[in-house]
């Protein structure tokens, strides 16, 4: 063997070795890239995630900031009114706010009214609402669920001006008989005894109750269908297992875990049926002497009192008035709303 071919041999050799050292360190120098990557991924991933929680805790705290603001105007425009009031505002039923020089208004009235009429709709749509509900998730045939559930969610859309009249020209005078037989055989209950207003012309409570109870139909039905729908299968097989019947498979399991949404439901459906406006204001015909706290009366709730007296908005001390009015229905809807949270809150996380 020559000299020139023992040194290209050597050269074969390491140029062998040096390719193999190089390519065994590929994979230690990947995986420190994929590490380095899967750092700048997390880190990036943290970002995000700091900027999201931010924009979503600045979006919270402006909406307690306007439910606060609303609070402080209301207060501060309502204080002068108030102060100046030459009768008591809370045990008062009369309302003068006409002559700015000598306000008299109280809001007695207009408590018993609007809570009068709430609380009659609230009783009267429960239990259909919870019937519906039950019916859709358990009886009602898959196809059918839906297209009844499509037309009863279709009732929150229709405008409460057309409940408004609905109610006046065709409910209440086709309910007048039942009235006038309520009146006339349970009128020794202070609720179906004899009001101010003529039970034959329609406008009463007791119209604008049934009213209301339709409107606020959808909310309580759609809250306790979603509730029932999500009792856990394993405990309606347990219950038919150990020989319940349907129905008692429903009220041993469904009715009990979906308890906390049906109360939801109806607190607020019960905060939408105490600030009704055009509807109620449409319905109800105003009394001339106090409220008798019977479902054949007359009168305004708090939003129908301030929708009527708009015309008297040109004066701050009048305005002021009605605007105390509303501070009382923001506090009783806003009280409303918050046992329906915490007792929806609480049942769920106990």
């Known amino acids: 063997m020559t000299v020139h071919e023992s040194v290209d041999r050597d050269a074969d050799k390491n140029a062998a070795t040096t390719g193999a050292t190089s390519s065994g360190s590929g994979p230690a120098q990947d995986s420190d890239a994929a590490g380095g990557a899967s750092l700048l991924d997390a880190k990036s991933s943290q970002q995000k995630d700091a900027i999201f929680r931010g924009v979503t805790v600045a979006a919270g705290a402006?909406?307690?900031?306007?439910?606060?603001?609303?609070?402080?105007?209301?207060?501060?425009?309502?204080?002068?009114?108030?102060?100046?009031?030459q009768i008591n505002f809370f045990t008062s039923s009369e309302w003068n706010t006409t002559d700015p020089e000598n306000l008299r208004f109280g809001i007695l009235d207009l408590l018993k009214v609007t809570v009068l009429s709430s609380i009659f709709a609230l009783l009267l749509a429960v239990p259909v609402a919870i019937g519906i509900a039950t019916f859709l998730v358990q009886y009602a045939p898959a196809k059918l669920s839906r297209a009844l559930s499509a037309v009863i969610d279709l009732l929150a859309a229709v405008p409460s001006i057309i409940y408004g009249m609905w109610g006046l020209i065709v409910l209440g005078p086709w309910m007048v008989p039942f009235a006038e037989w309520l009146n006339s055989n349970l009128g020794w209950i202070f609720l179906f005894s004899e009001g101010n207003v003529s039970i034959a012309g329609g406008g009463t409570i007791f119209t604008a109750g049934v009213v209301l109870a339709i409107m606020i139909l959808p909310?309580?039905?759609?809250?306790?269908?979603?509730?029932?729908?999500?009792?856990?299968?394993?405990?309606?097989?347990?219950?038919?297992?150990?020989?319940?019947?349907?129905?008692?498979?429903?009220?041993?399991?469904?009715?009990?875990?979906?308890?906390?949404?049906?109360?939801?439901?109806s607190m607020l459906a019960l905060g939408r049926a105490l600030g009704e406006t055009v509807a109620v204001l449409i319905i109800l015909r105003a009394a001339s002497s106090p409220s008798t706290l019977s479902l054949f009366d007359g009168g305004f709730t708090f939003a129908s009192k301030i929708a009527s007296g708009s015309a008297e908005f040109n004066n701050p001390m009048s305005t002021g008035a009605y605007i105390a009015a509303g501070l009382v229905l923001f506090i009783l809807t806003f009280i409303v709303n918050l046992i329906a949270r915490s007792v929806s809150g609480g049942k769920v996380n106990g």
């Open 62 to 85: 402006v909406i307690v900031a306007l439910i606060g603001m609303i609070g402080i105007v209301l207060v501060a425009q309502s204080v002068p009114s108030v102060m100046a009031d």
């Open 219 to 265: 909310i309580i039905t759609s809250m306790s269908r979603e509730t029932i729908r999500q009792t856990p299968a394993l405990h309606q097989e347990a219950a038919l297992a150990l020989g319940a019947t349907k129905w008692e498979k429903i009220r041993m399991t469904c009715f009990p875990y979906a308890k906390s949404g049906m109360i939801a439901g």
